[in-house]
């Protein structure tokens, strides 16, 4: 018998909607210049699957295709490298807009500044991220992975120069290492896409780079002729990534949002527990949390995007691992005529999840909940391609986490 995926819609008090303003339009255009300033800048696909919107009996269904991003495979570096300029701006008591990357990468920029070290903690693509945009600017990056971590995303982070370890402890207590060793080191400083009391800020920016891949999605879906998407399906660990395409959407159709649907990993599933209680706090899960989703196996909820989501997520979906095997098979083997799109375990729960949802009559409940329809226009991200090689393979070559 195959796990069952677990949801609930939600019902949870609103805050006083503070940290909507952290995604809005003005500040993710910021994020998307700097991005735009690195030579290595390209916008990254809108991958259309009307094959396969027309097969599970939607209006359309669009996948944005993180695979390309600056080469890395995966969107993450776009939080760690804007809130890096974001934090030099600050030090340097200028703003972001001055920090285009040929300045940071000039003779003058390192007589001013000199270097600092970025300390993070990553289940693989978020430390690869700060580890290539440090190398890229010329600054140092010490990057700590929890135990379990593959050898490939290692071997990745460490060829940017990084000085990278795989430790004995979970990814949340990873984290806490960094942040101890940061404040130690003198031009120390922690870039965590995680938010807790206390350490806001850059978490903060980290979230409004991640606007770059939610504004060019929007911009997209415009030039195909889909002036709003109905529904936007989106992952998350920490939540970063979720309140952050949350927030910007929010901000953009403001009176008249997109459905959003948030899904976990089922074993790291704090944000969906958090909707269940109801209540409004966040919850915590905490353990191995072991999952093919290594990039969402964090049990611990953003603060700042937490609030985002309790007023802004429309329902939340705790996922087992064969909703997202399932995903990275369809999108690997589209539909003929559709594009293939290469999405790795944290990148394809989106499609599994639909199909789930739109195939069988197990969970109609949840399809008529948020209304997915044949009228349905749905956004999703691919936020990682084929980042972990071997397990890439046993999943689409072997069929591990099978359906049934």
Not at 222 to 230: E, I, Y
Not at 335 to 359: F, Q
């Amino acid at each position: 018998m195959k796990d069952q995926i677990k949801w609930v819609l939600n019902t949870m008090p609103k805050s006083d909607d503070r940290q909507l303003s952290i995604m809005s339009l003005s500040n993710v255009a910021k994020a998307r210049f700097f991005h735009s300033t690195f030579p290595q800048y390209s916008v990254t696909p809108l991958d259309r699957l009307d094959g396969m919107a027309q097969y599970l009996g939607l209006a359309g269904l669009c996948v944005k295709n993180e695979s390309f991003r600056f080469g890395l495979n995966a969107f993450k570096v776009l939080g760690g490298s804007f809130a890096m300029a974001k934090y030099i701006a600050k030090e340097m008591g200028r703003d972001v807009s001055e920090m285009t990357y040929d300045y940071l990468t000039s003779e003058a920029f390192r007589k001013e500044f000199g270097q600092a070290t970025f300390f993070t903690a990553t289940d693989g693509n978020h430390g690869r991220g700060v580890a290539w945009a440090a190398n890229k600017l010329g600054q140092k990056a010490v990057v700590h992975m929890p135990k379990g971590s593959s050898k490939p995303r290692y071997d990745n982070i460490a060829k940017e120069g990084a000085a990278v370890t795989i430790e004995e402890v979970n990814y949340d207590d990873c984290v806490r290492m960094a942040a101890a060793e940061a404040a130690q080191t003198e031009h120390g400083v922690i870039v965590q896409d995680t938010a807790w009391e206390g350490y806001e800020e850059i978490p903060s920016w980290i979230m409004q780079g991640y606007g770059t891949m939610a504004s060019e999605a929007a911009e997209q879906l415009r030039q195909l002729g889909v002036n709003r998407p109905s529904h936007v399906f989106v992952q998350a660990g920490v939540g970063s990534l979720a309140g952050a395409v949350v927030g910007y959407f929010t901000n953009l159709f403001p009176n008249d949002p997109p459905k959003f649907i948030v899904m976990e990993a089922q074993a790291a599933d704090c944000l969906y527990r958090g909707a269940l209680a109801g209540d409004g706090a966040p919850r915590i899960v905490d353990g191995d949390l072991q999952t093919i989703m290594a990039g969402l196996a964090c049990g611990e909820p953003n603060t700042i995007s937490w609030d985002i989501l309790r007023n802004h997520a429309t329902a939340f979906v705790s996922c087992p691992d064969w909703v997202s095997a399932r995903g990275m098979r369809m999108l690997g083997v589209p539909v003929k005529g559709d594009p293939v799109v290469i999405s790795g375990e944290s990148g394809a729960v989106g499609m599994g999840l639909i199909a789930a949802i739109m195939e069988t009559d197990e969970y109609k409940e949840l399809r008529e909940a948020i209304g997915l329809d044949r009228f349905s226009q749905v956004l999703m991200f691919s936020t990682e391609g084929n980042t972990d090689p071997m397990k890439f393979r046993k999943v689409l070559w072997d069929g591990e986490y099978p359906t049934a």
